[in-house]
């Protein structure tokens, strides 16, 4: 079955480390998109990406990195310049144009040690 | 500037009785409206979307939801609720900035608790 897959599940952030969330795709979607889940606070854009080897700011994306260098693959990159990294992340595609749904996986906690 | 609100941060109703989630949302030109379920620890399932035709739109697991232009809504609905619908439901719509962007806004989401 397609669908989207996050790793890792759980992940532990040091004070001044840059942690790599994985993102992985095979619904042959093109666009790609990074959430921030806070409690009560609904989700947040990060970043997203229309095609391979371009991507967009949205509304959160100070802190955090992104690359897209296959269509499959969108990984995201909390540096240490996030100072409140503690959340729930959440990836999602979508074929464009604008009209269809969002397929998201199954998300990665991330919690400071 | 746009916007989706959900005004109820938590819905309870019994087994078996009718259910509302409420959402309005602040777009310029015309929707795209998407309804969100969410189970805990997990990611967001899509649910049913509007994006032109009949104003009452038939989605996953028994919900229907009802664009109502005039009073820029979509209450998202099912006539029966079961147990296993408490959830945390999100209403989204797409962000109009031009272009074939799918980018979302989404509300702060509606904790559904059904009581057997």
């Known amino acids: 079955d397609g669908g989207i897959t996050q790793s890792p599940k759980y992940l532990f952030r040091k004070e001044g480390q840059n942690v790599t969330l994985s993102c992985e795709q095979n619904?042959?979607?093109?666009?790609m998109y990074w959430y921030r889940q806070d409690p009560g606070q609904g989700l947040r854009l990060i970043y997203y990406?229309?095609?391979?080897?371009?991507?967009q700011k949205g509304d959160i994306a100070e802190g955090y990195s992104v690359s897209r260098e296959k269509k499959e693959s969108f990984p995201l990159t909390v540096t240490s310049a996030q100072k409140n990294p503690t959340a729930f992340y959440l990836c999602?595609?979508?074929?464009?144009?604008?009209?269809?749904?969002?397929?998201f996986g199954d998300g990665t906690r991330l919690s400071i040690l | 500037a746009q916007s989706v609100a959900q005004p109820e941060d938590q819905v309870n109703v019994a087994e078996g009785n009718p259910l509302t989630v409420k959402c309005t949302y602040s777009?310029?030109?015309?929707?795209?409206l998407f309804w969100y379920v969410q189970y805990p620890n997990r990611g967001l399932q899509f649910l049913l979307k509007?994006?032109?035709?009949?104003?009452l739109v038939k989605g996953s697991y028994g919900f229907e939801a009802e664009f109502n232009k005039s009073q820029t809504s979509f209450h998202l609905k099912k006539p029966s609720a079961l147990v296993s619908d408490s959830a945390l439901y999100f209403c989204a719509v797409r962000a109009n900035y031009g272009g074939a962007t799918n980018k979302l806004i989404f509300g702060t989401g509606t904790l559904l608790a059904v009581q057997p």
């Open positions: 509007y994006i032109t035709g009949d104003n």
């Open positions: 999602a595609s979508s074929k464009v144009p604008g009209n269809q749904p969002q397929h």
């Open positions: 619904l042959n979607h093109d666009a």
């Open positions: 990406s229309q095609i391979v080897n371009d991507f």
């Open positions: 777009v310029s030109g015309n929707p795209y």
